[in-house]
């Protein structure tokens, strides 16, 4: 399975993932029926151009994710909807260039983050 995802706001994160749905089923409270799956995404991240008197600054990054979880089909809910809950550890770098004038400087920085995700996915047909 692949996805992709947009994130706005002061940054602009944009990425493809794919997953591995496992055929072995995990029953929550021995009546809901999920899959597992585990996977890896690569993510784009662009920050906003910011200008000073006699010069800018931009950004922007990229990395990779981890992530894994269990993935509920919609037949509890709608048959059009699935659930969702997962794990990610994210991975990137970061870059800061400063223009002023004739004189230019790039800034790296390693970034990461755990987290904990939770979506509703509704599938047309």
Same mark, same amino acid.
């Given at each position: 399975m692949t996805s992709g995802h947009v994130g706005l706001g002061s940054f602009t994160i944009y990425g493809v993932r794919g997953d591995y749905v496992f055929s072995n %089923?995990?029953? $929550?409270?021995? /009546?809901?029926? +999920?899959?597992?799956?585990?996977? $890896?995404?690569? +993510?784009f991240i662009k920050g906003p151009e910011? @200008?000073?008197?006699?010069?800018s600054v931009k950004t922007d990054g990229s990395g990779f994710d981890v992530h894994a979880? $269990?993935?509920?089909?919609?037949?509890?809910i709608y048959?059009?909807?699935?659930? /969702?809950? %997962?794990?990610?550890? @994210?991975?990137? +770098?970061? %870059?800061?260039t400063a223009n002023a004038g004739p004189i230019q400087t790039t800034v790296s920085a390693?970034? @990461? @983050?755990?987290?904990f995700g939770f979506?509703? *996915? *509704?599938?047309? %047909?």
């Open positions: %089923e995990v029953k $929550l409270y021995n /009546r809901y029926r +999920t899959k597992p799956y585990a996977g $890896l995404g690569y +993510t910011e @200008s000073f008197a006699g010069g979880g $269990l993935f509920m089909p919609g037949q509890y048959k059009n909807v699935a659930l /969702r809950a %997962e794990i990610a550890y @994210s991975m990137a +770098t970061v %870059e800061a390693d970034y @990461s @983050s755990l987290g979506g509703v *996915y *509704y599938f047309f %047909e």
